[in-house]
């Protein structure tokens, strides 16, 4: 399995942004997708994630009410719409591929796309 974000990039406070993960390769028949950040001297943490048939997310509380997952399966593709963002948003942001949206989560990793938003 294959993942490539993309779509990062630097933001003032406020701002907005949306990723993107192209998914490839062999996967099973039905899987979550997850977006996970890791901001400098700190554990990756869990972001959001989307069911299967799109109709189940979850978020992290930090991003409730501003970031939004969606996904189109016949695209391989999942993407991340974040609005006003905030300086503490600054990350590296991974896109990960799970049984549910509560994981578990596979050991398949991309190589994460840089947001950096300044106040």
């Known amino acids: 399995v294959q993942l490539v974000e993309s779509g990062g990039g630097s933001v003032q406070a406020g701002g907005s942004l949306r990723l993107s993960c192209a998914v490839s390769?062999?996967?099973?028949?039905?899987?979550?997708m997850g977006w996970f950040r890791q901001a400098p001297g700190k554990e990756r943490e869990f972001v959001g994630a989307?069911?299967?048939?799109?109709?189940?997310?979850s978020y992290t509380d930090s991003v409730k009410g501003r970031f939004t997952i969606s996904r189109d399966n016949a695209k391989n593709m999942v993407w991340l719409q974040m609005d006003r963002l905030k300086p503490e948003d600054t990350a590296l942001y991974y896109c990960?591929?799970?049984?549910?949206?509560?994981?578990?989560?596979?050991?398949?990793w991309g190589q994460g796309t840089q947001v950096t938003v300044s106040s």
């Open positions: 989307i069911s299967w048939k799109g109709s189940l997310t």
């Open positions: 390769g062999r996967t099973s028949s039905s899987y979550s």
């Open positions: 990960g591929i799970g049984d549910t949206t509560q994981g578990p989560w596979y050991d398949y």
